[in-house]
């Protein structure tokens, strides 16, 4: 191709003439017949093509299918080892097919890249400030925003954790003092020299309030009152000290009226108190006991989750059940989600998918603090799961303003944030779009009105490869 023609070309019309000389004895020109692959995305990016005849089309892969980006006859147009200028080993970022007869003026990507640095010094600065720039700041601040996301859930769970942790203490405060009364009260009965036969009726009637304990229905508020009112009135007209005191353990131990008349037939007045005391205090430790349980239960299970959703314990690369990483998100936004009704509609016969379980908690905890940051103090934020043939569907839907359609297009975009400054980096949904476009094969999209913004998260449910990692 002779240096004037070279010039012909829109992109080299302002070289001088040692340049297109260059690049006429460097460059070479190639045919494709109509329907022929030019350059397949994913090969290394070895050349760099210029359309001189013919029509071409540009493809990407999603989801497996050949998607079109770009149709064109325009001479002059280029496309392949379009960024062999930065150095690193690069791959070809999308697939280019001849769609007629056509040609092409082709670079090696060597070439290119030696012509580019060497002829435009100041333009090599400015572009590798922006695609190098900002790709590092990308990566930076996004390890901060994810500090800064860890950070906001672990002081949440250090909260969530320290109510039932706090619980247990107090109640083991409590069960110290209760078990020495037991021992001072068992003192009294024994000093009172109860027959044996007596001893062993009250050591039953002690088994039936522990498993009464364990039975004891809920009761509402009025109920409970009505029923403190009765046990008060029953023990005062017995002669007992302090009745009020006795009679709301009694009664969240489902203990009543006709049981402690049982309790009176077995013993002498004088031996009343002392025994009615004692079992009092059987029941006592009995729901502290279970106080103590359910605390603990309560950290178990909070372990857990964090577990689940930090997934530190497990491969990368798993098959995992999205209830399951959905259930610890949540627990870890507990605190921040108070004061908004949180609705899940799971489709519990769905099957579990291999997937990357950390990053996809990663995905759902940067669409439910968005969407929680929209609702604000009061709303409902619903997290919903589904089919849609051969995928799995994740819902997040909030009940917020919605997003303005005029900045729709644009909410993937990196840095791109609704939020003032310093409030927010971006790149939440840059990040989540990345993890489960690029890593997962899936898709996530977005419709919003007033009152009901969905962010759907589409997976593959039996990938037929895995997906990079």
Not at 117 to 130: D, I, K, T, V
Not at 222 to 240: F, R
Not at 295 to 316: E, F, H
Not at 427 to 432: A, K
Request: charged share 25%.
């Amino acid at each position: 191709m002779a240096p004037e023609e070279v010039r012909t070309l829109f992109l080299f019309e302002s070289l001088d003439a040692d340049q297109l000389t260059w690049l006429a004895e460097q460059g070479r020109v190639e045919r494709r017949d109509a329907g022929g692959l030019v350059y397949a995305e994913g090969d290394p990016a070895e050349c760099f093509f210029v359309l001189l005849d013919g029509t071409v089309r540009l493809c990407r892969t999603v989801h497996g299918d050949q998607v079109e980006i770009n149709r064109t006859a325009q001479r002059g147009v280029y496309g392949g080892a379009t960024q062999a200028y930065l150095g690193d080993d690069r791959l070809y970022r999308n697939s280019m097919w001849a769609l007629t007869d056509a040609e092409f003026f082709v670079l090696p990507a060597e070439k290119f890249a030696h012509a580019v640095r060497s002829w435009f010094p100041m333009a090599m600065h400015l572009l590798e400030g922006m695609f190098v720039g900002m790709r590092d700041t990308q990566t930076l601040v996004g390890e901060r925003e994810r500090l800064l996301a860890l950070g906001s859930l672990s002081a949440g769970l250090t909260h969530e954790l320290n109510n039932p942790a706090s619980a247990a203490v107090r109640a083991t405060s409590s069960l110290q003092e209760r078990i020495a009364g037991m021992r001072h009260k068992l003192a009294m009965i024994a000093d009172g020299r109860i027959d044996g036969r007596r001893l062993h009726g009250l050591v039953a009637l002690q088994e039936e309030a522990v498993e009464r304990v364990a039975k004891a229905r809920p009761l509402s508020p009025m109920e409970t009152s009505d029923a403190e009112d009765e046990l008060t009135d029953w023990l005062d007209d017995q002669g007992l000290t302090a009745g009020w005191e006795l009679a709301p353990i009694l009664v969240s131990g489902g203990l009543d009226i006709d049981w402690l008349d049982r309790v009176r037939a077995e013993l002498s007045a004088e031996e009343l108190e002392p025994a009615v005391r004692w079992l009092t205090y059987t029941v006592e430790t009995e729901l502290l006991m279970r106080e103590i349980a359910d605390a603990a239960t309560r950290i178990s299970n909070l372990v857990g989750a964090a577990k689940q959703y930090s997934q530190l314990d497990r491969a990368p690369y798993q098959v995992v059940d999205v209830h399951e990483l959905l259930d610890a998100t949540l627990v870890m936004f507990r605190v921040k989600s108070a004061g908004v009704r949180v609705v899940k509609e799971y489709d519990r016969s769905l099957p579990s998918i291999p997937a990357y379980a950390a990053e996809l908690n990663q995905v759902w905890s940067n669409l439910i603090d968005n969407a929680l940051g929209a609702i604000g103090d009061a709303g409902t934020l619903t997290v919903r799961t589904g089919r849609l043939d051969d995928q799995l569907i994740v819902e997040i839907a909030d009940t917020g303003p919605g997003i303005p359609e005029e900045i729709r297009p644009r909410i993937f975009e990196p840095f791109f944030t609704t939020k003032p400054v310093g409030e927010g980096t971006g790149l939440g949904l840059d990040i989540s779009y990345r993890i489960v476009v690029n890593k997962h094969h899936g898709d996530v999209r977005v419709s919003s009105v007033p009152g009901n913004t969905v962010f759907r998260v589409l997976l593959p449910i039996s990938p037929e490869e895995p997906p990079a990692g």
